[in-house]
């Protein structure tokens, strides 16, 4: 189980912004979510049903994301909040029975003996159909006490109270199919599925109803490109030409993001990606399929779960009178082969899926970037460089690069390896897991630097490197790294700095610097002195920063050179030295970097 504070579990948990560490002494939620996230991360490790969209930790964390977004309508109670993270872990394991069901059990028989199920493996498309009901068979034998084998893990404790939790997720989690589950949470008779029901460890009533709708909601809202992990197999497989479509429309969707207005409505905004390379065709027949497969799809769960609250006669509050529409002005371009066969099958969807499709939202093309008309379903179809998977938003990027650097700091004292403190310890290797982010940034840089051509791309920091690699390889540029500079004592932090060429003649080239994190900036000018003296003028030299703080002023800026930064923090301060530390002047206690070195370590790995 993982107990690291910075473990995806304990994100998840810090997500929840629960307001009490626990229910009982016997209940702690943060130990239920860890061991749910570690059975469903084992489940999940090395995925059958591949031919399928993701479905995941990956997608069950996201699934929690559209969840929390709801908060200010709903405001969850903890426990609501903790059993519905609880069913987004346990709700899809069952598209995994071909690597759980033939598991062997205590006695010597197997999984799917003691559920009598058919034994694995089963075809992928009967998967799909069982997947619910597989699922809730395995889950119910641990609710019971029933559990006999070491693998798949345990998703909860055997206390009482641990498994009452566990069963309350258990019943949200599968009435996300439909079927019998989700027709009990229509009828209001049905004691474990009222609207309001008191909480076994005291608080506030909470309600599963409420938890099931919003759980089927959010499931549909998590339709995006994240989800296809092996987009080149898509047409190498047998899949039926109705989920090729399926496939399609996930690709084409940059992010599906929700507010909810004054009114109580849930507005929700689907912001679309096209392939760089299209035609004027293709581009409608996208926006066609987004509109049946995205907008209607949302728009008709939303409505099927405000029609179980109306059964149920479930509070009028609760109905999410949903507005799923396109988000005006914000398209994303990416690389992407139209092949003959996806311009068919985008062609052909009319037949395909039997229905017709609302009209594609109108745009008219413009002298910069095809401009659309303003309005409600308005677009904007910007020209780009081609760069790989960019995003447009650069203050979406800068704000997720805060949010990151919020969860993923330590309060305290902290004396630096390179002889600094600092009130405040980021972990700042663990961004190289967030994938998103790691390949948002990089477009960023590559926004931001966009004409140069770069001769050469430095990583300094081991936390830079997956977005430095990123970035040299869509500019073409040969990269190094280096590590920061240390103590005179410590080890020498410029060991590849010495393999650079020498960039006299290089003619229009400049050279790309991508630090991980800058305080007062003494590697960076170390960086910048070493470049000039090898003959690089200072107005082709570009110093990017992923964290910046602020607090401390840099040691200096040389002229020409352009300062980037994705991130700026302005609260987190670092002193240069111990004399000129409050917290040291005090003779506060302080803790030695050195001692965190194995918890980033371990972050480092998860990615």
């Keep these: 189980m993982s107990t690291d504070q910075h473990s995806p579990s304990a994100e998840l948990t810090a997500a929840l912004r629960l307001r009490h560490e626990s229910f009982t002494v016997e209940v702690n939620p943060a130990l239920q979510l860890a061991l749910a996230y570690d059975a469903a991360a084992e489940i999940w490790s090395g995925v059958d049903a591949w031919i399928y969209t993701e479905h995941g930790t990956e997608h069950s964390l996201r699934v929690v994301q559209h969840f929390m977004a709801l908060n200010t309508k709903y405001e969850w109670s903890d426990y609501e909040k903790v059993v519905f993270a609880l069913a987004a872990l346990v709700h899809d394991i069952g598209m995994q029975y071909n690597k759980w069901g033939g598991a062997q059990t205590d006695d010597e028989r197997r999984i799917c003996d003691v559920l009598n199920t058919a034994p694995p493996p089963l075809d992928w498309n ?53 079927g019998s589950q989700w ?34 909601f959010c499931d549909e809202l998590d339709g995006r490109y994240v989800r296809i992990k092996q987009p080149d197999e898509l047409f190498r497989s047998d899949l039926p030409r109705d989920s090729k479509l ?18 109580g409505v849930v507005d929700v905004q689907v912001r679309v990606r096209l392939p760089r390379e299209r035609t004027d065709q293709v581009e409608r027949d996208i926006y066609k399929l987004l509109n049946r497969m995205r907008i209607k799809r949302i728009n008709d769960t939303g409505k099927l779960v405000d029609e179980m609250f109306n059964a149920a006669r479930a509070k009028p509050t609760w109905q999410l009178v ?38 594609p939202p109108r745009h008219s093309k413009g002298k910069s970037g095809r ?3 303003a309005g409600r379903d308005s677009i904007e179809v910007q020209p780009f460089a081609a760069l790989p ?33 600092t009130d405040v310890l980021i972990y700042v290797r663990g961004v190289v897991a967030q994938t ?62 010495g393999e650079m060429a020498d960039f006299d003649g290089i003619g229009g080239g400049s050279v790309l610097v991508v630090d991980s994190l800058v305080a007062r900036g003494r590697t960076a000018d170390y960086v910048v002195r070493q470049l000039m003296d090898r003959g690089m003028p200072p107005n082709r030299i570009v110093y990017v920063s992923l964290i910046r703080l602020t607090s401390a002023k840099l040691l200096r800026k040389v002229r020409g050179v352009s300062y980037l930064s994705v991130c700026d923090v302005p609260d987190v301060h670092f002193w240069s030295d111990k004399k000129t530390c409050p917290s040291c002047r005090k003779k506060l206690e302080f803790t030695d970097e050195r001692a965190n070195w194995p918890t980033s370590r371990q972050q480092r790995t998860t990615c």
Excluded at 187 to 207: I, L, M, N, V
Excluded at 398 to 413: I, Y
Aim: glycine share 8%; with cysteine.
């Design 436 to 497: 998103d982010l790691v390949r948002d940034m990089a477009s960023w840089i590559l926004r931001r630097t966009r004409g140069r051509q770069f001769a050469k791309v430095i990583g300094v920091g081991t936390s830079a490197l997956p977005v430095v690699v990123r970035v040299a390889f869509a500019s073409g540029a040969p990269m190094t790294y280096m590590s920061h500079l240390m103590q005179e004592d410590s080890r020498p932090g410029l060991h590849s700095l």
């Design 126 to 178: 009967e998967v799909r159909k069982q997947h619910v009901v597989h699922g809730e068979a395995l889950a119910k034998l641990e609710v019971d006490g029933k559990r006999s084998w070491k693998l798949p893990k345990a998703f909860c404790t055997t206390t009482e109270g641990a498994r009452t939790l566990f069963y309350h997720a258990c019943l949200v989690a599968f009435a996300h199919g439909g």
């Design 322 to 359: 949903t507005g799923a529409r396109f988000a005006p002005n914000k398209v994303t371009t990416f690389p992407h082969t139209l092949t003959k066969e996806i311009a068919e099958l985008l062609r052909d969807q009319d037949n395909i899926l039997d229905e017709k499709s609302p009209a």
């Design 183 to 216: 027709d009990d949470f229509k009828d209001e008779s049905k004691g474990d599925y009222a609207s309001d029901r008191p909480c076994p460890f005291g608080g506030r009533d909470y309600s599963l109803r409420s938890l099931a709708g919003v759980l089927r």
């Design 389 to 421: 998977n960019l995003v447009t938003d650069d203050s979406d990027v800068q704000k997720r690069m805060v949010d990151w650097v919020r969860l993923n700091q330590q309060p305290g004292h902290f004396s630096l390896v390179r002889g600094a403190c």
């Design 371 to 373: 401009r659309a008309a």
């Design 246 to 263: 399926h496939w399609l429309a996930c690709l084409y969707t940059e992010a599906v993001t929700t507010e909810v207005t004054k009114e």
